[in-house]
């Protein structure tokens, strides 16, 4: 008999004689000699209900065992009595396929925190919360493919190791092939390494997204990236996936408009396609939930240039931590501020100073800003960093002196300027910080299925 | 006005009074005054043919430049009086975005060796060749994630740095955050190093995969993995990306089963959405290309136990470089005589000696072999390994001890086989291998945007 999916039972339309499900037991009760066991097997969130009578085949093979337990059941679909739930299986013959000694099972019928959870992040994406995390993290990845695909945009995947170590984007970790088990003499070992040069991991495919873009006119990345910072919070993540789009003839105007129209459709295909996911999280996860996501879809992002905003910090009357001032970053308190406390919407900071901002970025005419562009949502901050590119080869060149930079390294990028040279702009969206403002969850380590921060590299 | 892509005007059905496309020019001739142009913006491989007439606005910012130059043309799409082409764009006006040296230029028209391309991988996508490859490269991608999602599978991150340094299938990069520049004294220095303890980049996501099958059923991953051995081959690179679907309730016959229909359906999915790229590789790389496609979407794959394919191997009368023994590794001349001159098609070998295989393949009832496949292709060999993986926690612990592992590292590995272990099984399949099969290309390098190889980081 062919196996039916949870999802796929309960969905049913009619009763179904002869049915065969495999999965594991959520829960296990008897009642006068009769077991009531919630099967879950990964295909959504809700269990289905298996219900064994005294006397059917393999019954015993349940003694002993119980929640976490692997089981074969084969039986009729039919109207359940019970409340809440439309169907339940009537058992005719069970079978355990691996037993959860119910003594040691680390899962059981009760909420663990999170904090517990991350130290069994095998174990993790069994409970309800992470099951749907993981079903939602999987829709939103869909999502961003069809987005671009149904505009034309091309999937690219830029590389993972870099000879580049300045992209302007934090720290970065190296990558080698000598055995550093053995004491190392001196730098210059690298030129015996694998690359025959130093190596890194890279902190965004934006260099590379722009050499494909000035070719294939519309294109995006979608893969991992890391920092090596060391820092412990609940925002950040060595390892962490981004989408980058990258836009040929594009300018700042096109790609705020893209970034915001981005965000409203992913959001709004996870509010289509997961609600039954979606609903956990704003029932125990966070309860203004709903709202937050609609806000999102139902108006324009505001937009205010970094000028203005200094402006508005400077007026408010309130006091922050970190000085407001021209030519300084934009600190977490402000954006907040802004965001949340000022517009009360997503919002859009634009044209920021040249001095806080990476060379590529395109030099606005009044010499002292960029095209530069950062999206901010309500609670969770920036999730969206982008530019225009600087195409004009002589300003690149002056930006890249000023910065330090050689030549030799972006002699390709320059490249790009030489020949065919066109404006072009795209962003980097932070996944996870998308998956956490969609799902209210305040750790980026509970949307990661295995995250990697300081001192914890386990799994 | 809006701008219009290539791709739209040549698909028009009907004359369009006042369009607007941007590009870059892949060719300028001219001829009594009248300045041809075929534009390229990326879209699709097929050009657009510009007629500038004498005096129209702009005509003259064409002078010293042409091929490579990025341009911006209003006028109207007519039909082309031209052979092999529809439409054509009657210019009212042409402007000059982005100037291309013609002497400097690397990308004239004339066809360039692959190595040559190589070396400018910044503008290879530029070319007809290149173009159409990364198209197929990103639709292929899509296919993928298509795939899985149509049939339940959840899409999982899994982690590229990594703590284990035994995954085995190959030699592992080292990630590190301590200052390589800084001479290292011992070993020891881990222990002070981002994550406390040596870090690699992985070669699989299959064991984290393994603990989110069994939990969510049916789930993939798709990323990039690295290999650090130092084989300059051209069906190696350092880091490519794999599909690694893995699946509960799952065993070999269904996985076989399953990395059939997958090749197929992907072979397909190419042939139907990708027809005019796909031309390219089938005219001017592979003649023999739609057959071999063809071939493998006519007909199920051969499959053949490792113990039966070395009977043949001994029995044909062909004399081998290796040795052809039981229990030793078949090496590519043997899989190519099996696929392409004794079996003609692709074959399935199955049931390999436990001695050279991993520790997690599950031991079959002979205690000599174990549940692993490899799908081998004409011309391209193996595309996909996998097997059904060890469930029974006491086999799986002998096979780890027998490795010279240690139960300390694979706790939580062990602990799937603890609570509710299920018989499952998955594969890996290399995305570059399957584009070299689906385009004929033959060197890796040619499949990637930005290849990593022995002593080759750039870009």
């Known amino acids: 008999m062919k196996r039916t999916r949870v999802k796929q039972a309960l969905n049913a339309e009619a009763p179904v004689e002869g049915i065969m499900l495999k999965g594991w037991v959520r829960t ?23 219900v064994v009578d005294p006397g059917v085949a393999g019954i015993d093979s349940l003694d002993g065992t119980g929640t976490g337990a692997a089981i074969k059941v084969t039986g009729n679909l039919q109207a359940s009595p019970g409340k809440g739930q439309k169907w339940e299986v009537q058992a005719e013959q069970v079978e355990l396929i691996g037993s959860a000694d119910q ?25 309800n919360k992470y099951g749907a995390m993981n079903r939602i993290r999987s829709e939103l990845s869909f999502a961003v493919h069809q987005y671009f695909r149904e505009r034309g945009f091309y999937y690219i995947h830029t590389p993972i190791i870099t000879g580049s170590d300045c992209e302007g984007a934090g720290d970065m970790f190296v990558v080698t092939a000598l055995d550093p088990d053995k004491a190392w003499k001196s730098p210059a070992e690298f030129g015996r390494d694998f690359f025959g040069k130093k190596a890194h991991l890279t902190v965004s495919g934006q260099l590379p997204a722009e050499s494909m873009a000035c070719a294939l006119g519309d294109v995006y990345t979608f893969g991992p990236t890391f920092r090596a910072e060391n820092s412990n919070t609940s925002k950040h993540a060595a390892e ?33 396609y997961c609600s039954q996911d979606l609903e956990l999280f704003s029932r125990f996860v966070d309860q ?26 400077q007026d408010c009357g309130r006091t922050f931590e970190y000085p407001v001032q021209w030519g300084l970053d934009l600190q977490t308190e402000h954006e907040r501020f802004l965001c949340e406390e000022h517009f009360h919407k997503p919002l859009i900071v634009h044209d920021y100073p040249a001095g806080i901002k990476p060379f590529y970025m395109r030099v606005n005419d009044d010499s002292s800003t960029v095209a530069a562009m950062d999206v901010l949502l309500p609670r969770v901050g920036e999730i969206i960093g982008g530019s225009q590119r600087e195409e004009r080869l002589e300003v690149l060149d002056r930006r890249i002196q000023e910065a330090g930079l050689s030549f030799d390294e972006y002699w390709w990028y320059r490249d790009l300027r030489r020949f065919g040279s066109v404006p072009h702009a795209g962003f980097g969206l932070g996944f996870e910080r998308l998956l956490m403002f969609i799902t209210g969850v305040s750790n980026i380590r509970d949307v990661i299925p295995f995250p990697r921060t300081p001192n914890m590299l386990e799994f």
């Open 28 to 50: 296990k009760r008897e009642s006068k000699g009769v077991v009531f066991l919630e099967l879950n097997d990964g295909s959504c969130r809700t269990n289905l209900q298996i």
């Open 103 to 127: 003594e040691s099972y680390p899962l059981q019928k009760k909420r663990h925190s999170d904090e517990f959870l991350r130290g069994i992040a095998h174990l993790r994406p069994r409970t």
């Open 240 to 272: 962490f996936w981004m989408v980058e789009p990258e836009v040929a003839f594009a300018d700042l105007q096109d790609i705020m408009e893209m970034a915001q129209g981005f965000v409203q459709a992913l959001t709004g295909h996870v509010k289509k």
């Open 288 to 313: 203004g939930l709903e709202d937050r996501l609609d806000s999102v879809l139902s108006q324009p992002f505001e937009r205010i240039s970094y000028t203005r905003a200094l402006e508005v910090l």
